[in-house]
């Protein structure tokens, strides 16, 4: 999980993006947009300090406006989104080859992480491994399932689409399921926001359920912002960081680590189950509240699931939010007006921060 970022202001941190991105492209020239945030967000760019791909895109459209940069999108079904320099005098033939070059390296990628057998899919069932190896010690039930394809919870049927695992918390020392831990995975290798799409088609899924049984909803992703950990206690979700994008070691490991040398991504090869994942079931679910008011004496997954339980019904007038076509202002409107409902409708403290 990134961290606030409170020793800038957020124009100041828009202004290091604009400073480390201009650097980059000095540098390599023509760069695929997530390689730009693997560099400059994940890794942090030489000496610059890591700017959250929030305050980067800020940054990139402010360049762009000015003309300092060129932004590009090819016209595939998944295009590839480059920037540049302008063309520099008597350069454009040399640039253009680099274009080309970089954006069909680029376009592997993008295969990779569309094949589900080496990422999708894998990094569910890498979670449902990892679920599995550890249910005992951390007091859990995974029933037997179809990884992806869970249509119904405790009766329930699902109309916005299937889960990707199901995991029941056990009321230890009693043999009976307490919870359901409905769990998307999203291996994704951008950042995840509190207005993300992908977020939302969890929160919606598990908001239709919690209208009639006990959930606890828990995305697994790759990197999330502060704010979506301060989102998740206070409407109670949880969320799980991988670390890096999940890869089946299927690929040839000179292939992949070719692809990280040339683009800097946060990805691995993995295979079985994942620490992040094992550590968060066994240690995370039944630990007492974090000082988020007020203090209880209780697992931390049985606050999120009353939250959750609670909050269902406004989650479920904003269900627009799990939609990629609502974007721009009309997103940041819609997200404004369902933080205005939550804090309305909560009858806890807000840890607020969203």
């Given amino acids: 999980m990134a961290r606030a970022q409170a020793k800038h202001t957020p124009e100041e941190w828009v202004e290091i993006g604009r400073a480390a991105l201009l650097d980059l492209l000095v540098d390599r020239r023509v760069v695929p947009w997530p390689e730009a945030e693997g560099r400059i967000s994940f890794r942090g760019w030489k000496n610059f300090e890591p700017v959250q791909p929030l305050q980067l895109n800020r ?27 302008p063309f520099e005098a008597g350069g454009k033939r040399e640039l253009e080859r680099v274009r080309g070059k970089r954006r069909k390296d680029y376009r592997r990628y993008i295969a990779w992480a569309q094949d589900g057998t080496l990422c999708g899919k894998h990094a569910e069932r890498v979670v449902l491994e990892s679920a599995s190896a550890v249910a005992s010690e951390a007091g859990l039930w995974v029933p037997p399932q179809r990884i992806g394809e869970l249509q119904e919870v405790n009766g329930v049927v699902l109309s916005r689409g299937p889960l990707d695992v199901l995991v029941h918390v056990l009321a230890v020392p009693e043999p009976r399921a307490d919870a359901a831990l409905v769990i998307e995975v999203k291996n994704i290798h951008s950042w995840v926001y509190p207005w993300t799409a992908e977020l939302w088609e969890l929160l919606v899924k598990a908001a239709e359920l919690a209208e009639e049984t006990d959930v606890l909803p828990l995305l697994v992703c790759v990197r999330a912002a502060y704010q979506t950990n301060q989102l998740a206690k206070d409407i109670g979700f949880f969320a799980c ?26 990805i691995i090869r993995h295979e079985g189950p994942h620490d992040a994942v094992a550590t968060y079931l066994t240690r995370t679910l039944r630990r007492t509240p974090p000082m988020s008011p007020p203090e209880e004496d209780i697992p931390w997954y049985r606050r999120q699931v009353r939250r959750f339980k ?42 607020g921060g969203w």
């Fill in 241 to 266: 960081y991988l670390g890096s994008q999940l890869f089946n070691p299927d690929i040839d490991p000179g292939e992949f680590q070719a692809m990280v040398d040339e683009f800097g991504f946060a």
């Fill in 59 to 85: 940054a990139r459209r402010a360049l762009v406006d000015e003309g300092l940069i060129v932004a590009e999108s090819t016209e595939h079904q998944l295009p590839v989104t480059t920037v540049r320099l």
């Fill in 310 to 351: 609670e909050l269902a019904p406004v989650i479920l007038r904003y269900q627009t939010l799990a939609d990629g076509a609502l974007e721009g202002q009309a997103r940041s409107a819609t997200f404004k007006a369902f933080r205005s409902d939550v804090h309305s409708a909560s009858t806890w403290p807000a840890v």
